[in-house]
């Protein structure tokens, strides 16, 4: 390849390598193919505290200066060659041989459809054709590509949550780096479908802590971000009752904590000063147990009735001190009886 096609690929390379480094976390890898007639001669470019070359069956680790001489170098000896930088929802190819030399860049995410067939008339938020590797590892996606029906509704409910923090994120505004708390965590679920939509789709940048008592589920979510390669996540065990983070959080999330957890996810939320506290409690125990109330007796003498009540008293009393403490309360259904029987 001549000399004036080469250094246009140092040019255009050099650039990619720059974005690399800026987008370490969103940066998959670089792949390259040099060709001499039409036999090709690949080579790969992974980041791990530092640039690795993977050529001609040697690994070896570079600096970006040092790639940018050696890419445009090599492609001298060649007929052409292909550059392909990919990170999460976006690839940039570069073409190359004695006669021009061409980038464009190919948005992933338009190139996919953006609704589910899980649910028609509803837009889904996380579409399973872009997530495919995070609901196949969480196990919510089967082998076919298609949600696996006993976990339907587990899908739509940690979709409909990630479409609610849309909503969340505008009013906190832009942040240069959102920390986000994920109280009584559990396999967080929650926390791997809401990291993926900041970091891959909206492309913010962000940080996850999920806090829980098991150590059994905080192994088992180390295990399944290490996978992802989501390394912007950890998980702390801890007990909520007299957990104080050691960041100041701008939200704090619960999903489905059962009983007083979800109030000591609260309690979390406003002694770590939160900027927005969003939690979906699960069952309502505690009340149920201790209260009584005579002029209902009619009613209450039906354990289900009884049950609802001490919901409205539970989510009542929740509601008043999240107010009492300053913050603004909105409470909607979150997902219908539908979708989430309770009798």
Do not use: W
């Not at 913050?327 to 009886?337: A, F, H, Q, W």
């Amino acid at each position: 390849m001549n000399k004036k096609s080469t250094s246009k690929i140092k040019l255009f390379f050099s650039g990619l390598l720059s974005r690399a480094e800026e987008n370490r976390d969103f940066f998959t890898d670089i792949a390259v193919e040099f060709k001499s007639g039409t036999k090709p001669f690949p080579a790969k470019i992974t980041y791990d505290n530092g640039f690795i070359l993977n050529y001609q069956a040697v690994k070896r680790t570079l600096s970006s200066d040092e790639l940018a001489e050696f890419i445009p170098a090599e492609a001298s000896k060649y007929d052409s060659a292909r550059i392909i930088y990919s990170e999460r929802g976006a690839r940039i190819v570069i073409e190359a041989d004695d006669r021009r030399v061409n980038m464009r860049h190919e948005d992933v995410t338009a190139a996919e459809p953006q609704t589910s067939v899980v649910q028609s008339g509803r837009e889904y938020v996380v579409n399973p054709a872009l997530a495919s590797e995070l609901l196949t590892e969480l196990g919510i996606l089967a082998k076919n590509g298609k949600i696996k029906n006993d976990k339907i509704r587990k899908y739509n409910q940690i979709d409909y949550f990630v479409e609610l923090m849309k909503g969340v994120l505008d009013e906190i505004g832009e942040r240069d780096e959102y920390i986000v708390f994920d109280a009584a965590c559990g396999k967080s679920y929650l926390s791997f479908v809401l990291n993926f939509y900041m970091r891959d789709i909206l492309k913010k940048k962000c940080r996850f802590i999920g806090v829980d008592y098991s150590e059994t589920v905080i192994t088992a979510s180390k295990r399944t971000a290490e996978k992802l390669g989501y390394s912007n996540m950890e998980f702390i065990k801890a007990n909520l009752t007299n957990y104080t983070p050691a960041v100041k959080p701008d939200i704090v999330v619960s999903l489905h904590a059962c009983d007083t957890a979800t109030d000591m996810a609260l309690a979390l939320g406003i002694r770590s000063g939160a900027k927005a506290i969003v939690s979906v409690p699960c069952c309502h125990k505690d009340i149920l147990k201790q209260y009584s109330y005579e002029p209902f007796a009619a009613i209450t003498k039906h354990g289900i009735l009884k049950a609802r009540l001490a919901d409205t008293l539970t989510d009542g009393l929740r509601a008043a001190y999240l107010e009492g403490a300053g913050y603004k309360v909105s409470m909607i259904e979150y997902i219908s009886p539908l979708e989430t029987p309770k009798i």
